[in-house]
T-cell receptor, first 114, second 113 residues
Framework: AQTVTQSQPEMSVQEAETVTLSCTYD???????LFWYKQPPSRQMILVIR??????QNATENRFSVNFQKAAKSFSLKISDSQLGDAAMYFC???????????FGTGTRLQVFP | KAGVTQTPRYLIKTRGQQVTLSCSPI?????VSWYQQTPGQGLQFLFE???????NKGNFPGRFSGRQFSNSRSEMNVSTLELGDSALYLC????????????FGSGTQLSVL
């Protein structure tokens, strides 16, 4: 069975600084997707970034980028130039290409200090 | 375009009662999936519907059921509520079945007393 592990329950960063959130996963499949979702106090899960496993190039969305290491089964999220609005719970998630459900990690609470 | 709408936002029920939660997907989206979020178990997949058919079901007891209507709106029902059913129930929609781009609603917070 696939699993997703986020080993950092909480992280903090100073405004304008850079922070990296860690995620590892376990799977025997070769074709899958990885995601980072943000959940602010409004509770809505917002897709931050997505990575297809068959793509070697790391995904980037503005200030958000990932470091995808397929062999190591690692998928970290880097947030550059952190803003107060980045404060939220961040969830790493896995989805097999042949299945239709997301498997989530336990989340990392990110605090951003001015 | 309106996002995924879940109603109600908050619910308080007592043990033994039943509850129905509603989810309206983004216009044009035909797939709806449901997730339960609790502090102890995290986010867990409940089920997914596409074209009024349940395509996949998570590991939950039969007290949890759902359905999808012809307009893609979905309802989730929990019968004989237990204290452990207290959770945030999130609905997500996507254009087609097994599409990786899921759009979530803000959830329904269910409290069972």
């Amino acid at each position: 069975a696939q699993t997703v592990t986020q080993s950092q329950p909480e992280m903090s960063v100073q405004e304008a600084e850079t922070v990296t959130l860690s995620c590892t996963y376990d799977t025997s499949e070769s074709d899958y997707y990885l995601f980072w979702y943000k959940q602010p106090p409004s509770r809505q899960m917002i897709l931050v970034i997505r990575q297809e496993a068959y793509k070697q190039q790391n995904a980037t969305e503005n200030r958000f980028s990932v470091n995808f290491q397929k062999a190591a089964k690692s998928f970290s999220l880097k947030i550059s130039d952190s803003q107060l609005g980045d404060a939220a719970m961040y969830f790493c998630a896995y989805r097999s290409a042949s299945a239709d459900k997301l498997i989530f990690g336990t989340g990392t609470r990110l605090q951003v200090f001015p | 375009k309106a996002g995924v709408t879940q109603t109600p936002r908050y619910l308080i029920k007592t043990r033994g009662q039943q509850v129905t939660l509603s989810c309206s997907p983004i216009s044009g989206h035909r797939s709806v999936s449901w997730y339960q979020q609790t502090p102890g178990q995290g986010l867990q997949f409940l089920f997914e519907y596409f074209s009024e058919t349940q395509r996949n079901k998570g590991n939950f007891p039969g007290r949890f059921s759902g359905r999808q209507f012809s307009n893609s709106r979905s309802e989730m029902n929990v019968s004989t509520l237990e204290l452990g059913d207290s959770a945030l129930y999130l609905c997500a929609s996507s254009l087609v079945w097994a599409n990786e781009k899921l759009f979530f609603g803000s959830g329904t917070q269910l409290s069972v007393l």
